[in-house]
């Protein structure tokens, strides 16, 4: 089983400090919400976010949204190899069913994590896709007991994508570690959490670019794309 976490991520409400603000109140409007239930997003809250604390890492669930498509679309995610965890930059934990299938609109997906936000579950009758909860990204750690914990960083050692996900296929419950953040690094807490932290290109790149390419390589490497073919009686 490999794990995913994406950490860090720009994924809030929006915070008490600039519920009154014109942008915010606008949107809420808009939307017939209070600002306390909607999403910080950048798109909307811009000129809000400037008094905002470590603004640059914030507001931005778009990121989320695409991570968890390209991991939960995979082969490896339908074949029950893969459990994705999304941290956020404020501890807290979303924790997600490997047979949810997310909206694929953005709007759509905003207002699903809205309603996990007021719920702290979805849907609230039958089998439960997302629970949300304080949670550090220690206390994820300690629960999930990977045999390794490896961050994915530009700042990491020079490593690439295959020396990256090679040694994991002999590995117990291999953790790898995402920034789902726009700009910026992780912090020196995150960094202490990881066994090693690895580059796999000497430029950065979106974060759903770097899981999706981590995930196909952990295929490969576990000789995914034949066994699926042998599983399915074509060859
Ligand atoms: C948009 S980046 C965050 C910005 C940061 N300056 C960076 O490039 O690492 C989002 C995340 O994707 C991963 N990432 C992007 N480029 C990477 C690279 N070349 N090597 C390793 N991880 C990378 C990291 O986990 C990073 O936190």
């Not at 498509?69 to 924790?95: F, K, Q, S």
């Not at 981590?214 to 995914?224: D, H, N, P, T, V």
Request: glycine share 6%; proline share 6%.
């Amino acid at each position: 089983m490999l794990n995913i976490v994406i950490a860090e991520s720009a994924l809030e409400r929006v915070p008490k400090t600039i519920w009154r603000h014109p942008s915010v109140i606008a949107r809420a409007k808009s939307l017939g919400k209070e600002p306390s239930e909607l999403l910080l997003d950048r798109s909307y809250h811009h000129s809000a976010m400037n008094t905002l604390p470590k603004a640059e890492k914030r507001g931005r669930p778009d990121i989320v949204h695409m991570c968890l498509l390209n991991a939960l679309e995979t082969p490896l995610n339908r074949e029950g190899g893969l459990r994705v965890y999304v941290h956020t930059w404020d501890d807290m934990l979303i924790t997600i069913s490997p047979i949810v299938r997310l909206p694929r609109n953005y709007n759509r997906f905003v207002g699903l994590i809205e309603q996990l936000y007021q719920k702290g579950a979805v849907p609230s009758k039958g089998e439960t896709l997302l629970k949300i909860r304080v949670e550090t990204l220690q206390g994820l750690l300690r629960h999930l007991e990977s045999s390794v914990v490896i961050t994915l960083s530009v700042l990491g050692q020079t490593s690439t994508v295959e020396k990256v996900v090679k040694p994991l296929k002999h590995l117990h419950n291999p953790t790898l570690m995402i920034g789902g953040f726009p700009r910026g690094h992780f912090s020196e807490d995150t960094i202490l959490l990881s066994d090693r932290v690895q580059a796999i290109d000497p430029e950065g790149f979106d974060a759903w670019i770097v899981v999706s390419r981590l995930i196909y390589e952990f295929e490969k490497q576990s000789g995914f794309p034949s066994k699926r073919w042998e599983r399915w009686g074509k060859r």
